[in-house]
């Protein structure tokens, strides 16, 4: 997969946008390329940017007309031969417009939480939402971990106190373990002033989230090398 493909999957995933199908190609292309995870990491710090501080606004009525006739004088058979193009050229122009309001009715908002770290605004949405869960685990050698998540904000956040020290050549990766599947959640920052992390993906009822030592760059096969220094369990 191309650069430019994935930051269109990208793009569909911090919208909510991906079917099952596709969601499967984004993370197989993150594992291949484990260096593109800034670019998803930065897509969902603009969506939940977005999210957080775009007010509940009608848009002005020549702006949704045009993405109206947008969508109904695309060509039926052209829809039918590229779906994915248009429907990620139909999300980047709603995008474009939720963008614009942004800046125009509260672009001081909108620098404030640009700014910040995309862990603390998934935080800052589980903690508003209704099914808002948390669990902690100590870690193996030391230390201990909380999991804050929330199935209805799509978030999972964990946070870490005192972890066991590593070397250069090493990396915490975190895990979805779903069932006897573990799937790549993104790696955890080291010495960085917010001990809180945002796992890249979703969260599912039942879910492990577990934590393994692996190379810099995170796993090579896709798959955990090492035993988990923690797991915690979700319900």
Not at 58 to 64: D, G, H, L, S
Not at 105 to 115: E, G, T
Not at 218 to 224: A, Q
């Amino acid at each position: 997969m191309h650069e430019h493909d994935f930051r269109e999957l990208s793009a569909g995933h911090a919208l909510g946008a991906l079917s099952d199908e596709e969601e499967r190609e984004l993370y197989a292309a993150l594992e291949e390329h484990p260096e593109w995870q800034s670019i998803l990491d930065e897509d969902l710090h603009a969506a939940t940017s977005l999210a957080l501080t775009a007010p509940a606004q009608e848009p002005p009525k020549a702006i949704r007309a045009s993405i109206l006739g947008a969508i109904t004088e695309s060509p039926r058979e052209d829809a039918q031969k590229r779906p994915r193009r248009l429907r990620m050229g139909l999300f980047a122009l709603a995008a474009s417009v939720v963008l614009i309001l942004a800046i125009v009715i509260a672009p001081m908002l909108f620098d404030a939480a640009r700014d910040t770290p995309p862990a603390d605004l998934a935080m800052e949405e589980i903690t508003a939402a209704e099914d808002a869960r948390s669990a902690t685990a100590d870690v193996d050698g030391g230390g201990s971990v909380t999991l804050h998540w929330s199935i209805s904000a799509g978030s999972a956040v964990i946070e870490t106190a005192e972890l066991p020290e590593i070397t250069d050549d090493q990396a915490y990766e975190l895990w979805f373990v779903r069932g006897e599947t573990p799937i790549s959640a993104g790696l955890i920052e080291l010495g960085q002033d917010s001990e809180l992390t945002l796992l890249a993906g979703e969260p599912s009822p039942g879910d492990v989230v577990a934590i393994t030592v692996e190379e810099p760059g995170g796993s090579p096969t896709g798959e955990p090398t090492s035993d988990p220094i923690v797991a915690v369990e979700t319900d």
